[in-house]
């Protein structure tokens, strides 16, 4: 009798603690998913201004790329001084969508990009500006607006913006961040090839060092990214998958903290505190949309 119950208690006490790691993980993993919608729109906002500068088009129409290298880089030194824009980049599109200008390489130039940038593809049909997490050489946040003057199409215009400034910003909220690429990506993805990897993915942000690859690896089975999250001997890591605008499953989106947290109430209240404020954030902050319905950024589960 004595040890039913002792048994009892024991798978009670497990029920409670998985709970307590799901809803933590939860918290967390909605954070982060906030974060990068913050930092889309951010892109988004930028990509718009961008396009819509009297010089961009200036140089647009006079074919003139010295001009326009020197402007987009103006921009990012301008932007960098003033803000956490470390891993900012612009690139700007021909109408046929063709490699025009770029921020850190001016003597590429004319390479098609419409058979593996569907984001170019959908702004030039759509006209419409768009934001994501997008492929290309690299994985990151693409933001695109078109260039338009007086009605005509003359290209468009594309923000990059890395990971590593949502890591830094939720590492200071306590909440370790990275991304996972599905590794079939990199025939796309080719300057993310010497990036490193875990199981099958491949990471396309920092935060998750060493300790943290020697952590997960081998254990990034499909029953553990099903089932969300894992415990370590150290950490707890939690795991959603996030896709591009157009549907297709790009990787996941992963968190992790220290177990010892687990059990102590001051987390699960930080995290709950950190909703909130995020909460407020998104209230106060109305970014410049194109039109009232824009088209959205990453979908994620």
């Known amino acids: 009798m004595a040890g039913g119950i002792f048994f009892l208690i024991l798978k009670v006490n497990q029920a409670i603690y998985s709970e ?30 961008i396009a819509d500068r009297e010089r961009i088009k200036e140089g647009f129409i006079k074919d003139d790329r010295e001009l326009l290298y020197k402007e987009i880089t103006e921009q990012i030194a301008r932007l960098k001084k003033g803000a956490d824009y470390k891993e900012l980049d ?33 702004v030039k049909e759509t006209l419409q500006p768009l934001a994501s997490i997008e492929l290309g050489q690299r994985m990151n946040i693409k933001a695109i607006s078109p260039v338009m003057q007086e009605g005509e199409y003359l290209g468009s215009a594309e923000v990059h913006f ?17 991304i996972l690429m599905e590794g079939r990506h990199l025939g796309v993805a080719t300057r993310m090839i010497a990036d490193p990897r875990i199981d099958g993915f ?4 920092s ?23 894992i415990e370590t001997d150290d950490f707890v890591f939690g795991f959603s998958p996030f896709f ?9 989106i992963g968190v992790f903290f220290d177990r010892k947290l687990i059990n102590e109430p001051s987390i699960l209240y930080a995290f709950e505190r950190l909703k909130e404020e995020r909460r407020e954030e998104k209230r106060l902050y109305r970014p410049m949309q194109p039109s009232e319905n824009p088209p959205k950024g990453i979908t994620i589960q």
Not at 90 to 99: A, S
Not at 207 to 229: D, H, W
């Open 90 to 122: 612009i690139h700007l599109h021909t109408k046929d969508l063709r490699v025009y200008v770029r921020s850190w390489d001016f003597n590429s130039f004319g390479i098609e990009l419409s058979p593996f940038r569907k984001g170019l593809v959908k």
């Open 20 to 49: 307590e790691i799901e809803k933590k993980i939860e918290i967390a993993l909605e954070i982060a998913k906030e974060n990068l919608d913050s930092e889309i729109q951010t892109a988004l906002s930028l990509a718009i201004v």
């Open 207 to 229: 935060s998750c060092e060493q300790t943290c690859i020697e952590k997960l690896r081998g254990k990034l089975t499909p029953s553990v990214l099903k089932k969300g999250y």
């Open 162 to 178: 890395g990971f590593d400034r949502v890591s830094r910003r939720l590492s200071q909220k306590g909440i370790n961040f990275f």
């Open 202 to 205: 491949v990471l396309a942000n």
């Open 244 to 252: 591009s605008f157009d549907g297709e499953k790009l990787g996941y």
